[in-house]
């Protein structure tokens, strides 16, 4: 019998930010690149200061320990620094780099997925981009429709990328530590509304393997596949499903490419029912892409049909009230259920 | 932990039972396993042993009271478990809906409606529904629908599915018209898709009834079928004139009814003359016959009892009823005045004793039997039991040591301190036994 292992409390926040500091203790190539992640310090006059560590301090304290020849501060330019960190992925570093908003691929797409996702393909395995790319996703603190955006299932549709979505501050540490040790590009999404969320964390230095979901709550009825934030919306949804006495099942893929089609696949086996819950915008998404595929290979397991509970197909409006109208909610997911249970 | 002592299910068809005594007292002690009261049912009076040691702490069924099938009759606690009357009222009234709600509460309380279809008639239901009908072999078209819009779900079939198991799976009556067009008495119950099927054939002057309190042991596992002899309890009865009564012709008609209903191959229990027409008909209709369990069986040896034949060839009464029950019994109990009147009634109803006389002097006569199969046990491809009671003073036991020579691939068991009629007398240990056998069978 293997003894439980030893865990802390923390935040989604502190969690990214102890994974970034045991990659770069065990690892001397792994270096951190981004706007403002080390935030001025240790520039002359602000040597002892105290330092921002990016926009929402995720980053905070790493450059005193490991110095600004690790944490570097980039220009605000995307195009330049992601271009430079596929560069040093592909010439011997492990660079970490971060993407502020996910609204902002634009300016980088070229790098991203016309070279980073591309080299091991087109060098015939002799280069590869061991480049982590971490990136903010969500709506709910009002920042408006070019800060609020998910977008993970762009990332999702492009061969070459491997898109991590975590749900919870045990996740994002132990999929960040794969993230890392991983040779291939690997978007990282972090959900900014999670960061001060919290909740057990696994001491060490153990990563969880990408491509394998996670069941965060067992249930015989319906099967929910939550991504990211979405998981705790649907954990919510499902303990007011409790009281009526339908047991959801909520899966977290954890990671959206690859994606564990298996564990989905089987828990639909033993629910027939299916409820994919997706912040991002639902055309050509990633809940479309999982609903398709248990469509597909899970079509005689099914008794009702497949519900996409997701984002609408608008930009995330400024507006509180319609932003919060925006984001799947547990009664939504709620109402999805009871419509097929 | 208080036991609460139900009335036990004894036959197929039982459905309640009759309490006719207590052998303890309120707070008297009592040992698992010790007799406990007696229950008269239908057929029989037999004991219902203690379930558990402890006191007999309440008698919730007084003597002559009639209580369901396991409905509480008494409730036995611990010697220093301390039960108020009102916890005690309250174990009880807990028991009946406890029994009753055994089934799977569904989790979600939905009506079943019929299916809706579309324009074209196709049942709307779940691909998961379509394909477990198909392995299921269901008609959509007979499911009831509990998913939304009347969508047929997969959970649907299965309680359909389970549903229709069922219905073939409970005792029903069907009279089977054979070629001569006279109608054969069977009772059918057991699920259609059990390992064995078995058909139970009575003896000189009995009927299936016979078999009632082994057959719900079997009903559950296999497919069993207990038929009437022609000129036998609901067959027909035809004069002797218009037909033969004799082993051949009858194990003729069995093997045609066991066609006409689909039996074969089946495992064929046989009981004193329904022995011998077993065995008549594994010789003549190998291919029919899985295999043969004889139960003081016609057939295997000379002697039959002289008191049988004086009381075949007596005009029936109720005098004679209770003589022909005292010949078949070891344990008085098993004498009672109901059966004496059953009897009576069956000898009596037209055309009845006509077939008896007919049938006993086709195989018997004053100088013994007239069939004998002993020497051709070893013509027999299928495997045999051959179980007797020890103290059968009709055809005696040591027929069953001469077949069981005679053919040493048999299994025997004589039965201790049992008279002509194990399915009755000794019920559960013949039932057991045959069940032992059966599983011992090879599998086809």
């Not at chain 1, 706007?35 to 040597?47: P, Q, S, T, Y």
């Not at chain 1, 430079?84 to 492990?94: E, I, N, P, Q």
């Not at chain 1, 971060?98 to 902002?104: A, G, K, R, T």
């Not at chain 2, 007239?370 to 005696?396: C, F, K, N």
Request: hydrophobic share 45%; proline share 7%; charged share 20%.
């Amino acid at each position: 019998m293997v003894a439980a292992a030893a865990t802390r409390q923390m935040t989604y926040q502190q969690a990214v930010n102890e994974a970034l500091q045991i990659a770069m203790r065990e690892d001397p190539t792994v270096v951190l690149m981004g706007e403002d992640i080390a935030g001025g310090a240790m520039i002359d006059h602000l040597v002892n200061e105290d330092a921002w560590g990016g926009p929402m301090g995720v980053t905070k304290g790493l450059v005193q320990e490991f110095g600004r020849d690790r944490v570097l501060d980039t220009p605000i330019t995307e195009a330049g620094f992601i271009g430079a960190a596929v560069g040093a992925a592909a010439t011997g570093l492990r660079p970490v780099a971060e993407l502020m908003f996910v609204d902002f691929f634009g300016c980088c797409m070229d790098q991203i997925f016309d070279q980073g996702a591309k080299l091991r393909y087109m060098f015939g395995g002799k280069a590869n981009c061991p480049l982590v790319i971490r990136t903010m996703i969500g709506a709910g603190v009002s920042a408006a429709g070019q800060h609020s955006g998910c977008h993970y299932s762009v990332f999702t549709h492009m061969p070459g990328i491997k898109c991590v979505v975590p749900s919870t501050p045990a996740d994002a540490k132990g999929l960040l530590l794969s993230a890392i040790r991983d040779d291939d590009l690997v978007m990282f999404f972090e959900n900014k509304v999670l960061y001060a969320t919290s909740g057990e964390v696994p001491e060490g230095n153990e990563g969880i393997p990408l491509g394998v979901a996670d069941v965060k709550r067992p249930g015989d009825d319906v099967t929910i596949v939550a991504i990211s934030r979405m998981v705790q919306q649907s954990l919510a949804a499902a303990d007011a499903l409790a009281a009526d006495g339908i047991e959801a099942e909520v899966i977290d893929p954890r990671t959206l490419s690859p994606l564990d089609d298996e564990t989905i696949l089987n828990s639909v086996a033993k629910t027939h029912r299916l409820v994919i819950v997706d912040e991002d915008n639902p055309r050509c998404s990633a809940a479309a892409d999982i609903s398709a595929m248990v469509a597909d290979k899970g079509f005689d397991t099914l008794d009702a049909p497949i519900k996409l509970v997701t984002a609408p197909h608008t930009p995330v409006p400024f507006s509180p009230p319609l932003e919060q109208f925006y984001v799947p909610s547990p009664d939504r997911i709620a109402a999805a259920v009871r419509e097929i249970v | 932990m208080p036991t609460i002592v139900t009335m036990p299910k004894w036959g197929l068809t039982m459905t309640s039972g009759t309490v006719t005594g207590w052998s303890r007292q309120e707070g008297d002690p009592i040992a698992e396993g010790a007799p406990l009261l007696t229950v008269e049912t239908e057929k029989a009076v037999d004991d219902v042993e203690a379930p558990a040691s402890g006191i007999l702490r309440k008698i919730v069924a007084e003597v002559g009271s009639e209580v369901p099938v396991m409905g509480a009759v008494a409730v036995i606690t611990a010697p220093d478990e301390d039960l108020s009357d009102d916890d005690l009222a309250a174990l009880v009234a807990s028991a009946a809906p406890a029994a009753a709600a055994a089934g799977e509460v569904p989790r979600v309380a939905r009506e079943a409606r019929q299916a809706a279809r579309d324009a074209s008639g196709r049942v709307n239901a779940s691909p998961a529904a379509r394909k477990r009908a198909g392995e299921l072999g269901i008609d959509l078209s007979t499911v009831e629908a509990t998913g939304p819009g009347g969508r047929v779900t997969s959970e649907d079939v299965e309680r359909a599915a389970a549903a229709a198991a069922s219905a073939a799976a409970a005792p029903r009556a069907e009279m089977v018209e054979l070629a001569d067009g006279s109608h054969l008495y069977a009772l059918l119950a057991g699920p259609t898709d059990a390992p064995e099927t078995i058909v139970f054939l009575h003896g000189l002057g009995g009927s299936q009834s016979t078999w009632a309190s082994v057959l719900g042991d079997f009903a559950n596992t296999y497919r069993i079928a207990a038929l009437d002899l022609p000129g036998h309890g609901a067959s027909d009865k035809p004069d002797p004139s218009a037909f033969d009564y004799s082993v051949p012709t009858l194990a003729a008609t069995v093997g045609e009814a066991i066609e006409k209903l689909e039996l074969s191959p089946a495992v064929i229990v046989g009981h004193s003359m329904g022995g011998a027409v077993a065995l008549q008909l594994a010789l003549d209709r190998p291919k029919l016959v899985r295999a043969l369990a004889l139960i003081d069986s016609a057939g295997l040896g000379s002697e039959v009892s002289e008191d049988l034949l004086d009381n075949v060839e007596a005009e029936p009464s109720r005098e004679e009823a209770r003589k022909l029950l005292e010949l078949f019994f070891e344990n008085p109990r098993f004498i009672l005045e109901r059966g004496i009147d059953e009897m009576h009634a069956a000898r009596s109803t037209p055309g009845a004793d006509a077939a008896v006389k007919a049938l006993a002097a086709s195989a018997f006569s004053r100088s013994g039997q007239t069939i004998a199969y002993l020497d051709r046990l070893s013509e027999l491809e299928q495997p045999v039991l051959i179980a007797w009671g020890e103290l059968d003073r009709v055809l005696p036991s040591h027929h069953a040591v001469a077949a069981h020579t005679a053919l040493p691939t048999s299994w025997l068991e004589i039965m201790e301190g049992i008279g002509h009629v194990p399915q009755v007398e000794s019920a559960p240990a013949l039932a057991a036994l045959i069940n032992r056998w059966l599983l011992s069978l090879p599998r086809p």
